[in-house]
DNA sequence: ATATAATGTAATATTAAATATTACAGTTTA
DNA sequence: TAAACTGTAATATTTAATATTACATTATAT
């Protein structure tokens, strides 16, 4: 797996503690600790899914629109991820029965794991995320 | 992820179904469709956890020898691939409380998840896989 | 009008991870 | 004692993830 279902998460957090205002790119970028191209990206992903906006040109960005409560991280994960817990199998040889079957039969399994581990994301939205970074910060000792 | 954890599957069931005599890492490797050195590998650490028995010399190789619905995938998940499902987070900007916390929180978020897939995962254990395999051959058309 | 600051996106380069290969020591059998 | 295996380390290759460059497009401010 890529680590675009966590940068989104990161992104979209980052936003939804500036709704007042749009946010760069780079700006974001720089708290994410990757590239400004690969963030306009994964929020390109975003914005097309309607979870945000973006404006072009000076002063422009993007921005959180929606409720905190309104986006959990299972839809992001579909957006960004789905899929990605598929094992990579390689061909393997038609003529054993094990061979020749146990790609779909992996295919059938990972679906369900997909789909249960959904039962778990949608728990998440970008609220109790924010919840978790601010109990992070406080318990921290600095 | 790697795919050590379909390998074990593969390799598990393979043997599964030979369990009156030893198969090779050759034979196996043949089945599954990657180098006989990884399956060795793979094969190793099950060894390590009583899932299988080895032999050495002419005529060895690896054995099956635990009941078929002894051994489930959540099993084989956590020897080959625990912690697969975290995502590796870059050094994020600790002077943004959102880069400062995040890693941490999502580090929290997927142990939990993790531990939720166990559950579903708990669920196939070998006998299971079989049947599906079983399954797939009958219902396909040749 | 025009310079500037932003997004949008494709193309390419680089880095990191997964996998394959080689090599060889140790074991068992015939 | 030769042959057929496992066990494992070291290295090479391939593939996937990420970064970088480049540039078109859009909006703002002067």
Redesign the pocket.
């Known amino acids: 797996?890529?680590?675009?279902f966590t940068l989104a998460i990161h992104s979209l957090t980052f936003l939804a503690l500036q709704r007042d205002r749009m946010s760069?790119?780079?700006a974001i970028s720089e708290s994410a600790g990757?590239?400004?191209?690969?963030i306009?990206?994964v929020?390109?992903l975003l914005?097309k899914h309607g979870f945000i906006k973006?404006?072009?040109?000076?002063?422009?960005?993007?921005i959180f629109t929606l409720d905190l409560s309104e986006v959990n991280l299972w839809d992001i994960y579909r957006i960004t991820s789905e899929g990605a817990l598929q094992p990579?199998c390689?061909d393997s040889n038609k003529n054993c029965i094990v061979g020749a079957n146990m790609k779909r039969v992996l295919f059938t399994i990972f679906l369900g794991a997909e789909e249960h581990l959904g039962e778990f994301l949608k728990n998440y939205t970008i609220k109790e995320v924010i919840d978790l970074v601010n109990q992070e910060q406080n318990s921290s000792c600095d």
Not at 1 to 4: I, K, P
Not at 54 to 62: P, V
Request: no cysteine; aromatic share 4%.
């Open positions: 797996m890529n680590s675009d760069t790119s780079d990757v590239h400004p191209v690969r306009r990206k929020l390109s914005k973006s404006k072009e040109g000076t002063g422009g960005g993007f990579k390689p």
